[in-house]
């Protein structure tokens, strides 16, 4: 079957359809402007609802009967427990069991210990799976095994996908730390505490079943209800739905690399020379060593200047919640929690405050949080010399990553990526992104162990720095130091031409595709 | 123009339209199954919205025009402020000097404080108006002369008109007493602090457009977000909108007639004599003077019994809140505050917990809390030997009331009616209601100064309660007790064949119609 494709604003080709669905190319950032209205779940009557608020049904077979799941339908989760997730390999045990197939599989994100469900892709169960494909089942997707094609999406993209109508959820699965027989439920207590369940409220809101599963009976009421027993329709009880140690790390570790801590160190003191470090300011930086080492030095800055942040935004670790109990910002607007000590004082900060795509990311919504941040703090696997950057593939062409919040991040008042600028004799910064996830005119730094690269665009960063000491040079600068390094550019990958996935705009149209490697079969 | 009626399953008439739109009689509690989806409101996106999200324009005209108010369009508002609002009447003189017409007005309550949209009817800014009309409007109403015909529905009959599609919301406004220039905001604090803002929060969700009012901005973000900034399109800033008086009482009293503490201690003893005081338990009592005298008696039982309530239902007042804080109870579920200490409360204690419509009392959902708790202590106007009651109009036929939450309460385990068998020599238990505002079906049992009368269906509480000593005795003897006393039933009002109002039933069925009064005109 030949597949029509368009190009897009970025001159990358996009598929006309993809899953039998039409697909929009992307036409610029801002450009697309939705038409219609929202996602419409059916209408609910209490009629048909127990009384007594009891919706406890004895096993995970008698809750998917119940809500009548079917072949072909669409079946959603979330990722809060990350890698210990231990409900969604049972969920689809369960349907191959009644016999049901082809299924769409809709997490907001998958992992490792999904492995087994290549097995239910391989026996029809699963027909695919759109959602970010991390370890062997991005694997099996890149080899081109999966019968439909992926779909990545951004947490922001997601709820404008489930919101906008462009996914329907027949059934959605919330695994839940802790619930009520009603189905109220939090993430913020319980064995399997994973802090917040944002990332199934749109499942929740907009789904025409939902199921939630928790190792963690409370009394009615469990407060805080992060998801609505309202739009439950049933509640299975299992003896464990996530792995602890799996789901939340006990500790979260600053990089010990020489390298990084420059990185992070300059992209500290680019903020503060930039003047965006000043009192009542705001920033993003996740989980990983280098964004905490930036926020290590931050901190020491803003302690030494006496200043605080109105809000900082998780993934919340340690250190964010010791910047939070020390008063070194007002708030933490959170949107995962990363460690036990982020699951804590999400439970018992009441300025740790529980965030949801809808209020952060979406961007078919009037406004969203992520452009009120004076600074976000970013990783990425490669940017090119436009600025353009990439996070799912490596210059290898595999697909690895998700791309979580990070496209709807880069809306930031300044977006900076402080990253290597080559990783194992690769180089990082290059003259064309094999993906693009995140389009150039949006990312204002490049903070690399070589230097700091400003996007010409941002004349005013560019000015307010520029007798700063700091090593400010051309993107185009970095990248021939670094091809001189490594012997050139690197190698371009081969690949079939088949998309095994394509990469959505936080509006819904498409940003570029990925494609199935030659290397792999 | 003639009108077709139908008769609905309780007997009444029910006009086949009303204000154009096709209108279902009341088929039997839980017999209206809806079919369809819910209202979808228009798709929005980011790239129409201030990025740095200062949503904030310079006047109510600016934002009246930003959202693009025409003539018909609906307008809505919240009640929280109750008769202290500053807010709708400015809002209408404005829309009159817009030269804007018809629209409707869609409140969630409105109070005397509203007198001056008489002339808004008037001069023709103002068609006609859905929700409770208390005061001057009703009166206005009642005497024929509104354009089209009151719809009054519960508090979760509103949150089930919006959501089914039934009324569409053109342009919400939504006072708060704190907001952020994003249009976050909340009740629980702020010079006019009302405690939440629930009854706004379906506005919020699927309004066209959303403005947010406020005499108190702070910096973003403003928590809690009651109602959350990505809904909102304008915030105005006003010297003032609400008068805090009369939004809250400083103080609520406990009634001091006689006859009312009897009726109170009754209903306590009732509910221990039929089980239902047990550790654990859950009730909802209102703000009245005889409701609060319950929540006494039952305090004084439940320390003397050594057993706490999981949760209560506020309304809050300083004795729900004091309950709270002695640990007489886990949680306050609360949907509005009635006095300061709620609102403290509120702020303060984080098992007092913000409800909303949705949670607690929409239809149209799968599940609700109201059908959850144990026992609710009510009030009426007039209640039938079939046990059906009114809330809304006298025994004269005077309009006078909103439903409020009072329909939706009545899908408790329990629902007690603590009432006087007559008020100012008028009996309140009579033979057929004015208006049935609650079908009989879901009253068990009403208490009176001279006698408890038990359903008939609710055989388990009659089991329960025979040897408890308790004056129980039939509804009709308490009747024929009444009328003696009186002299007979109560003299019929006169009516002109006129609908000046109907009574929904909290599934958008037509329960009942309001006539015009002939001794009005």
Known sequence: MSVDYKQNALGRFIPNTVNGK????????????????????????CADYPTDGNKVVGSLHE?????????????SSHHHFRNGDLVMNRVFDVIKEMGIKDLMWFPSASFPCHAPLIERQKDGTIHHIEGSMNGPLGDYASQGKMRGTGVLRSHGGRWQAIQDGEVHIDVAVIAAPTADQFGNCTGDRGPSACGLLGFALADSVYADRVIVVTDNLVPFPCVPWQIQGQNVDAVVVLDKVGNPEKIVSGTTKITRSPDRLLIAEL?????RAAGILRDGWSFQAGAGGTALAFAIFVSDMM?????????????????????????????????????????????????????????????????NFASLMDAVV????EVDINFNANVVTHSDGRLLHGIGGWQNCLFSKCTILP???MRDRVPVIVDEVTTIVGPGELIDVIVTERGIAINPRR???IDATKSSGLPIKPIEQIRDEVFRLTGGPPAKPEFVD???????????????TVKQLRINN
Chains 1, 2 share one sequence.
């Open 22 to 45: 039409e697909q929009t190319p992307f036409l610029g950032v801002g450009k697309y402007k939705p038409v219609g209205n929202k996602a419409a779940p059916p209408l609910a009557t």
């Open 63 to 75: 809750a998917l009967e119940k809500v009548g799941l079917q072949d072909g339908m669409t079946v």
């Open 267 to 271: 992209t500290a003191k680019f903020v």
């Open 303 to 367: 302690r030494e200047l006496g200043i605080k942040a109105r809000f900082v935004r998780g993934g919340s670790t340690k250190y964010l919640v010791e910047m939070l109990e020390e008063g070194l910002t007002d708030f933490i607007l959170d949107g995962q929690t990363f460690d036990l000590e982020g699951v804590r004082s999400m439970r018992e900060n009441p300025n740790h405050i529980n965030t949801s795509p809808f209020t952060s990311y979406n961007y078919h919504g009037k406004g």
């Open 378 to 381: 970013l990783g990425a696997t």
């Open 419 to 421: 990253i290597p600028s």
């Open 459 to 461: 004349k005013d960063l």
């Open 498 to 512: 088949k998309d095994i996935a394509i990469i959505k705009w936080v509006d819904g149209t498409v940003l570029d």
